[in-house]
Nanobody, 129 residues
C-alpha cells in the first residue's frame, strides 16, 4: 500500500514562494515515477511536474522555470518548490506516484493523470494579487 501525504500549502501574495512536501512510502522500489498535479477552480486536474527514479524531471510549460520538483530519498519525501507565484497558480495541489518508471508522454509533456496509480489527498495553495 502506497501512502502519500502532502503538506506545505497556504496563502501567499503574487511573486512569493511556497514549498510543498509529500511523504511517500514508495522508495523501496527501484523504479518509480512521482508527480505533482493541480486542480484550479472549475478546471480539470492538470500535471505540473514529474520526477523519475533516475532523477530526470519534466514540467508543464506553464510552470517551467518557476517550479522545481525534487526528492530527498533519505526522508522518503517529494518536494515542489514554487517561485514567482501567480494568482493563476491558485489550486489544490496533489502528489501522485506509480511503481513503474515514468512514461515517455509524462517525461516529454509533463505528468499525465492516467500514468499514476496512487494519489495524495491534496493541499490548497492560494495566491493573491
Amino acid at each position: 500500500q502506497v501512502q502519500l501525504v502532502e503538506s506545505g500549502g497556504g496563502s501567499v501574495q503574487a511573486g512569493g514562494s511556497l514549498r510543498l512536501s509529500c511523504a511517500a512510502s514508495l522508495y523501496t522500489s527501484s523504479n518509480y515515477c512521482l508527480g505533482w498535479f493541480r486542480q484550479r477552480p472549475e478546471k480539470e486536474r492538470e500535471g505540473v511536474a514529474a520526477i523519475r527514479s533516475d532523477g530526470s524531471t519534466s514540467y508543464a510549460v506553464s510552470v517551467k522555470g518557476r517550479f522545481a520538483i525534487s526528492t530527498d530519498n533519505a526522508k522518503n519525501t517529494l518536494y515542489l518548490q514554487m517561485n514567482s507565484l501567480k494568482p493563476d497558480d491558485t489550486a489544490i495541489y496533489y502528489c501522485a506516484a506509480d511503481r513503474l518508471t515514468c512514461t515517455y508522454a509524462t517525461m516529454t509533456w509533463g505528468p499525465r493523470t492516467g500514468d499514476f496509480a496512487y494519489w495524495g489527498q491534496g493541499t490548497q495553495v492560494t495566491v493573491s494579487s
